[in-house]
């Protein structure tokens, strides 16, 4: 596989399928792991990165749910295609930055990735699309179980499976949850909300993760906790979690159509016939729009354009996503004209 055939396709978390997908866009479990004997990559020579890479790269071979995956090597990238699996939430920014001794490694679907010497040796992810965070759990447990007997793993009948960062120590377990909040934003709850789930001990960060600013009314909600709780626990507690703020989600959504419809038609329906003619259009303002147009399509507002297609012009309207697809590096002006171009494209078809 190709970097430039993940554009051939959409990626298993876009596909707005799943239970609950008019609000979860997408279910995450990412495991941290570390060899034993070996420094956490800050501290690892180069000559350590390379074997830690050779040895988990040796071991995914022999791993039946990892033959259909491709390992790109990040000294052999060039920025472009690093900012790309960064959009496809692949690759997170930390890992973009440095590219000694580090891999990506992707399956066909994009169900799996895993990074390699990245915070840890190992940070394997599992996405799965709308609200399915017990089956990506299956499937990340069964790899995990595979990995560790191919590979001596760092792990402290103590302390549980030993990380670079304290916060990660125990399960090395983050489970994730985005969600698509346009309703309890416009009711003006979110705050409200948002402090609840803080003193819950769950954290809540945008559409790429940590250090990323909540955009298009999209909210990633994660488990802080990693220690002290089984990963049966941690999926339990985020799922419950979740259940409720589907709920209120869903409540805001009536008292908007109950109490506030023409508002809300007229806002859906300018968004939508910007995006439908506009000539130059920015990233931040297409995520915004594009956030009304879900929520109308999932009210039923809007009947010609279906969840998938909305999902999949929040990623390839992305920077090096209409860069990929013009196989060249294009101006920030020129991307904002392509941007346009695209969305009309998809939206008049």
Known sequence: MELSDLLQHTSEWLKGTGPNSDIVISSRVRLARNLDKYPFPHWAAKEQGEEILAKIDEAKGKIDFLKNTTTFKLAKMDNLDKQFLVERHLMSHEHAQKKDSKAIMIDDEEIIAIMVNEEDHLRIQVMQSGFNLFEAWDIINRIDDRLSKELNVAFSREWGYLTACPTNTGTGMRGSVMLHLPALVMTRQINRVLAAISKLSFTTRGLYGEGTQATGNFFQISNQVSLGHSEEEIIE????????IIEQENQAREVLLGQSKALLEDRISRSFGILKNAYIISSQETIELLSMIRLGSDLGMIKDVD??????????????????????????????MKRAELVRSKLNQ
Do not use: M, V, W
């Open 237 to 244: 507690n985020i799922n419950g979690l979740i259940k409720q």
């Open 307 to 336: 969840r998938s297609r909305i999902n999949e012009l929040f990623i390839i309207t992305q920077p090096a996503h209409l860069q990929k697809l013009e196989n060249k590096k294009i101006t920030s002006q020129d991307r904002d």
